[in-house]
């Protein structure tokens, strides 16, 4: 019966293929424009660490300019200073918790043929790496006992391990770094959360890190920082003077797994701050905050207003396609209305007709949905040679978007199919009759 | 004019006339405010940095070798560097216009931490910067080698002089010569005072998304970093062939350092405005599409009602109507239909905007943008419906002797 009626269907799609073509492009390009907006969007808006993403909290304290607020409505400066950082991490109120920062480090290399190179670096503590969920392939990150004894130990991406020990377990090798010898304690896994959750201070889809270093070496090293740093206050010379300076530069989480213990850890930092308050610093009204992973990247706005804007776009434009395909529809129905009353007349019911005009409408849906797919495929290649790396990792095509582009448009052409078929089904046989 | 019966026509078949005015209306809801937001971007693309883009060009050098003499370096490199066949001139500078990476501080009429503050981009420059950059200065002086001081790492003391673009000596000083704002007296890191010794006519800072980033100033500083960057202005046209003698000239002088991210000025700008320049591609190829679609919509619909009143208009004909009035009848019908439609539209796209406005960066659409849109749209409609009316025309009036 079904097959029937889709045979029906195609044949009535046949005779009158530029108007069903018509029909096929509109809604093609409807869903094509909307789900290339709807990926990047979504790619965007993913939460980076499902599983643990209500659990990771990121700290900020009002340090700021008892003057003028970080950003307006007062916001909380985005990262911390030394002084903080360092305070919460020797406090140690949250079960896991880490400073991190970016830096450079110039590699150099035993082998006469490598030349040396700038590799990025993330340093962080000890408790970084079981944190985040930091997949390992050869080693582990280092202990509390090498943050404390400020070791000189490096973990390597898989990247930066191909390129410097061809891709072998190098744990135990030594390498140097901006002058001084560092040991490799271990080599991650591919690994690139989307957004970069734990440091969106500089661009929220920048690549992971090539290298990671203890924190404590940016001090012990003088290593140079990458990253942005913002000062309201000026401060004295001298990288001792930088560090007991109101300048903030530093991204600070801590795992808080429990209602009871975020509460405490809130409580803990007010009374940090009504403490340094005594000392003349945080000078503005008390303004602490928590955000988990998705409250974070809401905060900041990672997905942003032109994403936005673009998406507000793209639903109107899929909302005129469907106008357009609603248009045809009555026009190539309602052009059948004399063979329409003849089947009526001939005995066919309202619900036959129904059914198989709904199913011409879902077919066309279908075809919509394929080339709505081809469209999308081709508007994020396109998307991707506009911006290029900008937007490499937000151009990906997962089964999710694509089931979704398929159901869009097949919800999508029934919807527009309605009330044509509404209106073909309650065709009066009787005036279609009287004039043959 | 038939405008009545033509009304009277169209109440009768409401649905098709609907579908229509209501596509017209969200297609100018998006084009107007697409447009707009085209525009903008674009204008924010074609404002002059104020560089002398074509023939500046920029590489970093990073020492690491443990006996890199940092000064000693830079000082061999500037001489080399300026003597080499094809550059105008080279300094050492710390931010790039348009790079989206650099450094920003407040100046002060009045010193303290609570008096007005208005932002710059910091450039350190040596008395070569004007030269180097190409800048136009409008009123007093460059910088003097006597002026020029080095920068150690950490330090935060400022030179004494300072040249700033025009736009920063205007934001501070609105109603005064320009002439008269050189020697004033302001003050940095709220109150350490520095001279306006220059104003340069246009030096933008380094991110093409700043509220004010028109404000900017150069002060006389060398970075006695162990990464620095030199910016090197060639004579027109011989960038491409000075680049690659640039590198090679500084690794000769060096090799205990790496010589990278060598770019030109032109590729800068292209970066710095690729989100822009992206968008306003997006944004016009969807304005376009949407166009097409309505057009098609219209043509659709309007082939359909051409077809379904064929008896009709066979009467008419038979009648004594002409053809021009059977022309007239559709672009009278479908001028009816827009008008409705683009005036929902102009509410549409003023909602829009409005919303638009309120929860993002997006700017004001100015009012009149949306007669224009209102014109655009009707012009499309009636060029989408004249092909369906000119078959119309053809009907014969025999047709009304004939039972279908």
């Known amino acids: ?436 | 004019m038939e405008t009545g019966p033509i009304l009277r026509a169209l109440s009768r078949n409401k649905t098709g006339a609907l579908l229509i005015a209501l596509q017209i209306a969200f297609t100018m809801t998006v084009v107007v405010n697409a447009w707009y937001m085209v525009g903008e971007r674009l204008g924010n693309i074609d404002r002059p940095s104020g560089l002398l883009e074509e023939d500046i060009f920029y590489v970093s050098s990073t020492g690491f070798a443990e006996d890199f003499n940092i000064k000693v370096t830079i000082e061999e490199d500037l001489l080399a560097l300026r003597q080499l066949p094809g550059v105008v001139d080279a300094v050492t500078i710390n931010a790039v216009p348009l790079s989206g990476g650099g450094w920003s501080m407040g100046l002060r009429i009045d010193p303290g931490d609570d008096t007005q503050s208005w932002p710059v981009a910091v450039y350190m420059v040596d008395q070569h910067g004007v030269n180097t950059l190409g800048l136009n200065l409008v009123a007093g002086d460059d910088f003097d080698v006597a002026d020029v001081e080095w920068r150690e790492p950490g330090q935060t003391s400022w030179p004494d002089k300072v040249v700033i673009s025009q736009a920063m000596a205007t934001a501070m000083f609105p109603d005064m010569d320009l002439n008269n704002i050189v020697g004033k007296t302001v003050y940095i890191s709220n109150d350490e005072p520095v001279m306006i010794s220059g104003i340069v006519e246009k030096l933008q800072a380094p991110w093409s998304g700043w509220n004010s980033i028109e404000q900017s100033m150069l002060v006389p500083q060398k970075t006695a970093f162990s990464s620095v960057r030199y910016m090197v202005r060639t004579e027109p046209g011989r960038l491409d062939e000075v680049i690659p003698r640039v590198e090679t000239t500084l690794l000769n002088l060096n090799d205990g350092r790496l010589v990278r991210n060598t770019m030109t000025m032109t590729e800068t700008r292209e970066r710095g405005y690729l989100l822009d320049q992206g968008l306003a591609t997006i944004l016009t190829v969807v304005m376009a599409v949407l166009l097409l679609i309505t057009a098609v919509g219209v043509l659709g619909l309007a082939s359909f009602s051409v077809r379904r009143r064929t008896r009709q208009i066979g009467v008419r004909r038979a009648l004594g109507a002409t053809q021009q009035d059977i022309l007239r009848y559709f672009l009278v019908e479908n001028a009816c239909i827009a008008l409705i439609g683009v005036f929902a539209g102009a509410l549409m796209t003023v909602g829009l905007n409005a919303w638009l406005v309120g929860a993002m960066s997006f700017p004001k659409i100015q009012w009149g943008a949306i007669p224009i849109g209102m014109i655009l749209l009707v012009l499309v409609a009636q060029l989408s419906v004249i092909g369906p009316a000119r078959r119309a025309c053809g009907v014969s009036p025999a047709v009304a002797t004939r039972t279908v």
């Open chain 1, 1 to 436: 019966m079904l097959l029937y009626y889709a045979r029906i269907a195609w044949v009535s799609i046949l005779s009158n293929w530029f108007l069903s073509l018509l029909m096929v492009t509109a809604v093609g390009l409807g869903i094509g424009v909307c789900m290339t907006i709807v990926t990047v969007n979504y790619i965007m808006g993913s939460d980076p660490i499902p599983n643990k993403s209500s659990e990771l909290f990121y700290v900020q304290m009002d340090s700021w300019d008892p003057n003028d607020a970080f950003r307006e409505p007062n916001e909380p400066p985005n990262q911390l200073t030394y002084l903080d950082a360092m305070a919460l991490m020797t406090a140690g109120q949250a079960s896991r918790q880490t400073a991190s920062s970016a830096a450079s480090l110039i590699l150099e290399l035993d082998q006469p043929d490598l030349k040396p190179f700038i590799a990025s670096a993330r340093t962080g503590f000890a408790d970084f790496f079981p944190m985040f969920d930091v997949p390992f392939l050869y080693g582990s990150g280092w202990s509390k006992a090498e943050d404390d004894a400020r070791s000189q130990v490096i973990v390597l991406s898989k990247e930066t391990n191909e390129r410097i020990f061809g891709g072998e377990n190098s744990v135990g090798r030594t390498l140097r770094a901006s002058g001084h010898t560092f040991t490799v304690v271990g080599v991650i896994d591919d690994w690139g959360p989307v957004p970069k959750f734990f440091d969106i201070t500089t661009g929220p889809f920048n690549e992971v890190e090539d290298v990671f270093v203890p924190f404590n070496l940016i001090v012990e090293l003088e290593l140079s920082r990458s990253g942005n740093t913002n000062c309201w206050k000026p401060s004295a010379d001298g990288f001792v003077a930088f560090l007991n300076s109101e300048c903030i530069w530093i991204q600070f989480w801590a795992e808080l797994p429990t209602a009871a213990e975020q509460e405490a850890y809130l409580s803990y930092l007010d009374a940090h701050v009504m403490q340094q308050k005594e000392l003349g610093r945080f000078q503005r009204p008390l303004n602490n905050r928590i955000s988990d992973v998705n409250a974070w990247m809401e905060n900041q706005r990672v997905v942003q207003d032109e994403a936005q804007i673009m998406l507000v776009v793209a639903v109107m434009f899929l909302f005129v396609c469907l106008l357009n395909t609603i248009g045809l529809l009555l026009s190539k129905f309602l052009g059948r209305s004399q063979e329409i009353g003849l089947r009526r007349a001939l005995g066919a019911s309202k619900a036959t007709l129904f059914a198989q005009y709904m199913i011409e409408s879902a077919m066309i849906g279908v075809a919509g949905g394929v080339l709505g797919l081809i469209l999308t495929w081709v508007g994020l290649r396109g998307l991707e040679g506009l911006f290029g790396d900008f937007i490499a990792n937000l151009v990906t095509l997962d089964w999710v978007m694509v089931a979704s582009a398929i159901v869009l448009a097949i919800a999508a052409s029934l919807l527009a199919g309605f009330y044509p078929t509404w209106r073909a089904c309650n065709v009066a046989p009787a005036a279609q009759l009287k004039a043959q």
